[in-house]
């Protein structure tokens, strides 16, 4: 009788989203929060004397993104290829307007903030999801002739502009990942391994080259001996790996980190992860871990299922959600490690700040939104 009662509850919410999906969202962001509050309870009740300030603010965040994606999911997948390109331009332009002087905020050298009113948000962040949603509605218009040099170019020419914009800011870390996000796209939608293969080569010396003309980028790629410059660059990572050595296997225990005590300056941000670490341990790191490998899994099984009833822009759609959240969260966990250079990069749904957490909730809508009319399609076909 109660497996009944199961059978009946999940044929009724199958139709509108995968509840193990939906279970698998609810533990990471759950999870999220906890580790959050952790990371930050200490600069909270230093800094505004209320010891869940920051945790209240990304709640806040949350229940915003769920409003706002209530909306999303009013729109269909097609309703999202359709209107890709107003989407795109309109956060295009903000990435113009957040580096005109006078407009856009700077904190720490850096101009990526519009703020008004008290709240400040990151065009950047949002600008990232809305090129990977014009990308795939791209590929999927050209997919018949992604081979051909003049349609590769396309978006090679979009990435480059948008990569202009983004290194005015300057937002080195934002134009890697859309750079390896469409080097990934293009290699799925089967374009030709030479004209890979020379992006990939282009890409390489452009970076190469930036790095080289800038003190600031270079002088990070001393990450391998971060302790032999402990008191410049090298300060952020060498406390984050004696924080993740200091957790061990078992870890300190939940809320028992030292090294988030004033002694790593972004414990709530870029570098929660080497706090997870040393609390939790290695089975903490490794839950953690295990909790992207199935979100991501998932966004491949929903974009499978996609190309297999022809949905071909879902299926790109949902390959390029999974590869945009994997990519950041294996860049921040790489470098809290030290094996990538330092760089400002959130992980997502942990490190609190408001446009990466909106924007990680809105690719979970599209996610659920994808599902939804993926398993309406296979309703129609011989596809169950």
Same mark, same amino acid.
């Given at each position: 009788m109660k497996n009944d009662k199961k059978n009946s509850l999940n044929n009724i919410i199958k139709p509108f989203f995968d509840l193990n999906f939906f279970f698998l969202i609810i533990t990471i962001i759950l999870f999220g929060l906890l580790i959050l509050t952790s990371a930050s309870i200490d600069i909270s009740s230093r800094n505004y004397n209320q010891p869940f300030y920051f945790t209240f603010r990304q709640i806040g965040h949350l229940l915003f993104s769920i409003l706002i994606c209530c909306f999303f999911l009013q729109l269909s997948s097609e309703d999202l290829r359709k209107y890709n390109k107003l989407f795109f331009l309109f956060f295009l332009f903000s990435l113009i307007v957040v580096i005109i002087p006078g407009l856009g905020k700077t904190v720490n050298y850096s101009t990526r903030w519009l703020s008004y009113g008290g709240f400040n948000i990151q065009p950047s962040e949002f600008f990232k999801l809305f090129y990977i949603v014009w990308l795939c509605a791209y590929l999927d218009t050209n997919k018949k002739n992604i081979y051909r040099l003049k349609f590769f170019m396309i978006p090679v020419a979009v990435f480059s502009v948008s /990569?202009?914009? *983004?290194?005015?800011?300057? =937002?080195?870390? /934002?134009?890697?990942?859309? $750079?390896?996000?469409?080097?990934?796209?293009?290699?799925?939608?089967? #374009?030709?391994?030479?004209h890979l293969f020379t992006l990939l080569l282009f890409g390489s010396l452009s970076a190469t080259i930036l790095i080289l003309l800038?003190?600031?980028? *270079? %002088?990070? $790629?001393?990450?391998?001996?971060p302790c032999s410059n402990y008191s410049?660059?090298?300060?952020?990572?060498?406390? /984050?790996?004696? @924080?993740?050595?200091?957790?061990?296997? *078992?870890g300190k225990g939940l809320g028992a980190s030292t090294t988030k005590l %004033?002694? *790593?300056?972004? @414990?709530?941000? =870029?570098?929660?992860? #080497?706090?997870? #670490?040393?609390?939790?341990?290695?089975?903490?790191?490794?839950f953690t871990i295990v909790l992207f490998y199935l979100f991501v899994k998932k966004c491949f099984f929903v974009g499978d299922k996609s190309f297999r009833l022809g949905l071909i822009f879902q299926g790109y759609l949902s390959y390029a959600i999974g590869i945009f959240i994997a990519l950041q969260a294996f860049l921040n966990m790489s470098v809290n490690i030290g094996i990538v250079p330092t760089?400002?990069?959130?992980?997502?749904?942990?490190?609190?700040?408001? /446009?990466?957490?909106?924007? %990680?909730i809105l690719s979970i809508a599209i996610i659920l939104r994808i599902y939804r =009319?993926?398993?309406?399609? %296979?309703?129609n076909s011989s596809l169950r």
């Open positions: /990569s202009l914009l *983004l290194l005015l800011q300057p =937002d080195f870390g /934002s134009t890697v990942i859309i $750079f390896l996000i469409t080097f990934i796209m293009l290699y799925v939608a089967r #374009a030709k391994i030479i800038s003190d600031e980028r *270079l %002088s990070r $790629f001393k990450f391998f001996e410049g660059d090298g300060y952020h990572l060498c406390w /984050s790996l004696m @924080a993740i050595g200091s957790g061990g296997v *078992l %004033s002694y *790593l300056p972004e @414990a709530h941000t =870029d570098f929660i992860f #080497a706090i997870l #670490a040393e609390e939790l341990g290695i089975f903490g790191v490794i760089k400002g990069l959130a992980l997502p749904l942990f490190s609190y700040g408001g /446009s990466n957490y909106l924007v %990680s =009319d993926v398993y309406k399609k %296979s309703m």
